[in-house]
């Protein structure tokens, strides 16, 4: 079953705005040279989510050349290994035997090098979300005093890449810090309150010390998403836009396709963040949100970006309690969908219920899960006079059914014909393309291309915790 994460969830403390999408399929990257800096301190924290396992992919790195670098690289083994090379040589090497693997949940990763320590072992400290990393498959220390690679002058210091411009990653960053010359205690960049004394929360790291070559990225501006907040040398975009721009972060965790989630076909593409479901004439897939909901309302929207012959595949809702897998969703009893000729599905059964849709339009869906029924919509349009705003009379829903809290529904869009090719793009509130409008749900979240029914919410973890 996806995960319901509650990152921060009702917390009114420090929230962190936005975060960057990076889609490795563009070669993305954000980086600059850095000048001559310090020798034997430095300190980098950044919180991510991963969108795809099982390939290797920097987090950060300064790169002089293929013999001298210092990274931060999730391996291909899902494993974090933090490495130090000065002439082909390891300085550091640091390996995790904890691997990440959860596409639905927010880390933070800090690693703070001081060479001149006299312990071996606190040359080079890894922290994930607040606890020390102590546990390593691999583990080589810096001497004492060596000089890290993080300072050298010319090198190209970066986000989402390897400098030989590859290893890139699939996913987000939020509230990236690189510290040049100092060793910053782990609480410099969050902490456990009170409230939630088991729940690893960002700060405000905007008084930190940054030094020489130093910056500190909270992506807030679409259109310079390289921009320094700290006021140092803003960093370079490439193959990154201003839609790479999200409201997923690690304080409101937005839900999006889940590749873990594996259905009987399963041969598409995932890409944008887990946002875009690409299937070719050969294939089939069907991809589920991360994010479940047993009561509440919520919205989100599809996009059907492209769209080969036509066929029943469709986008809907469906149960996880009591699907089965072996199929699209709505082929099963507990699975709600909107085909594209306008017929609606359920148990494999088509049945007449709205317009007919093909690429370019929007797909609005509502489920109302306190009253249990399911409203779609076509640029903006409720189909057959449908009422999402109507609660216990359940006007004109497409489907409905009798309430239980033993249900999770969960979003999901499909493609369910070989032979006909289909490209989605899903839209939780963090958008994965242009909005020529912006439209926040009820409680302020989100980005839609159309009104948000009266009552009813974006998926995400702010939300969750207080109408879930």
Known sequence: MPTILGANTLSTGYNVANSCRFNAADSPKISKTISDGHDTNATFSCWFKRS???????????????????????????????????????????????????????????????????TAGDRCKIFINGTRVTSFGTQVNYD??????????????????????????DGYIAEAVFLD????????????????????????????????????LDFEDSSNLGNDKNGGTDLTEANIASTDQSTDTCTNNY??????????????????????????????????????????KWYFEVE????????????????????????????????????????????GSDSSYGNSYTAGDILGVAMDLDNGAVYFSKNGTFQASGDPTSGSSKTNAAFTWTPDASMNW????????????FT?????????????????????????????????????????????
């Open 52 to 118: 795809k396992n099982g390939e290797a992919q920097t987090l950060f790195e300064v790169y002089e050349d293929s013999s001298n670098f210092f990274r931060v690289r999730l391996e291909a083994d899902d494993l974090l290994q933090v490495r130090d090379m000065e002439s082909g040589a390891n300085q550091t090497r640091l390996k995790t035997t904890q691997v990440f693997r959860d596409v639905s949940a927010w880390y933070n990763v800090v690693v703070i090098v001081d060479t001149t320590d006299g």
């Open 410 to 421: 969960v979003p999901y869009v499909a493609d369910n014909t070989s032979g006909v090719a």
């Open 181 to 216: 010359g100092t060793s910053q205690a782990v609480t410099g960049f969050g902490e456990f309150d009170e409230d939630s004394p088991t729940i690893w929360k960002p700060i405000d790291v905007s008084g930190l010390t940054f030094g020489t070559n130093g910056f500190y």
């Open 144 to 169: 004492q005093n060596d000089v890290i690679q993080a300072g050298v002058n010319g090198s190209s210091a970066m986000l989402g890449a390897a400098g030989a411009n590859n290893n890139y990653l």
């Open 255 to 296: 839900a999006t396709l889940n590749p873990l989630d594996v259905y009987a076909s399963k041969t598409g593409t995932l890409s944008e963040g887990n946002l875009k479901l690409t299937v070719t004439a050969s294939n089939l897939h069907t991809a589920v949100g991360t994010i479940a909901a047993s009561n509440g």
């Open 304 to 347: 059907l970006d492209a769209i080969s012959g036509s066929n029943n595949s469709n986008v809907g809702i469906s149960d996880l309690a009591r699907d089965d897998k072996s199929n699209m969703p709505s082929k099963n009893a507990w699975g709600y969908g909107y085909n594209p000729d306008g017929t609606k599905q359920n148990s």
């Open 424 to 468: 989605w793009l899903v839209n939780f509130g963090n958008p994965p393309f242009s909005i020529s409008s912006g439209n926040s749900d009820a409680n302020g979240y989100g980005n839609f291309e159309y009104s948000v029914p009266s009552g009813y919410y974006a998926l995400n973890s702010k939300n969750l915790a207080e109408f879930g």
